[in-house]
């Protein structure tokens, strides 16, 4: 298989077609190269949304639906977003409703959801400022929002290793375990590229929400940012 990579610019055709390409190994390599933290991530996020019974929520980039699938555990109605065919496909086995739909003009009715979340995803989309827009406009009055996203280490030694790791162990880790190596050398760049948790707060207060705060997991390697519109 020809490897695929998105760039920095994030042409939207590109991202998608490197998500079709890693879709298949996507969540163990996911796994692997995380040491294990994304499962508590995905913990760590249903709980920040605060979900009940009756509650709509849509996970957006859901990718194959695991995030969607432990968001359910609420007894919530849980649907799982994403531009990416592969993606969907490769978890059709998971029993959440999946919709194929773009960030940037998301196929959903003002004022639908009563929560929201993306988990390392808008980091991948051409317009941060375009989808959190978006995101607000589809969440009811009060509606939360939850972002969970790679983010820089608290603690100065780690994040310098942290940071060398990005660039030269995580593509060859992935070399072993992912079915599209180079896709993960546009990880390793676009986290080192992305926003400090003050920075990616700042953009979601200026999109129109309020009570903007986050909170670090595993030292900051992510942060999980909750906001209220």
């Known amino acids: 298989m020809t490897s695929t990579r998105a760039g ?3 042409a939207p055709a590109d991202v998608a077609a490197m998500f ?3 879709a298949r190994r996507y969540d163990i390599t996911n796994t ?7 499962r508590g991530w995905r913990t760590a996020t249903r709980h920040a949304l605060g979900l009940g019974p009756g509650d709509v929520v ?16 609420s007894g919530a109605h849980c649907i799982a977003a994403d531009f990416s065919l592969g993606m969907l496909k490769a978890g059709y086995k998971r029993p959440v ?8 003009t998301l196929p959903f009715a003002d004022e639908s959801f009563d929560a929201a979340t993306i988990s390392f995803g808008l980091r991948n ?6 989808a959190l827009a978006e995101l607000y406009r589809v969440l009811k009055p009060a509606g939360r929002l939850v972002i969970c996203e790679f983010s820089t280490p608290v603690f100065g030694p780690f994040r310098t290793v942290y940071m060398e790791y990005l660039m030269k162990a995580l593509p060859s ?4 375990v992912s079915s599209n190596p180079e896709a993960y050398v546009y990880l390793a760049e676009s986290i080192r590229a992305w926003p400090d948790q003050a920075g990616l707060a700042a953009k979601i207060a200026s999109a129109g929400f309020d009570s903007v705060r986050w909170r670090n997991l595993t030292g900051g390697i992510a942060a999980l940012h909750r906001a209220v519109k």
């Open 8 to 10: 920095l610019d994030k």
């Open 20 to 22: 079709d390409g890693v």
């Open 32 to 38: 692997v190269l995380s040491f294990g933290q994304d």
């Open 58 to 73: 849509l996970d957006l980039a859901a990718g194959t639906a695991v995030s969607t699938e432990e968001l359910a555990q």
């Open 97 to 104: 409703p999946k919709v194929a739909a773009d960030a940037l």
């Open 125 to 130: 989309v051409a317009s941060v400022d375009t």
């Open 173 to 176: 880790v992935a070399t072993k």
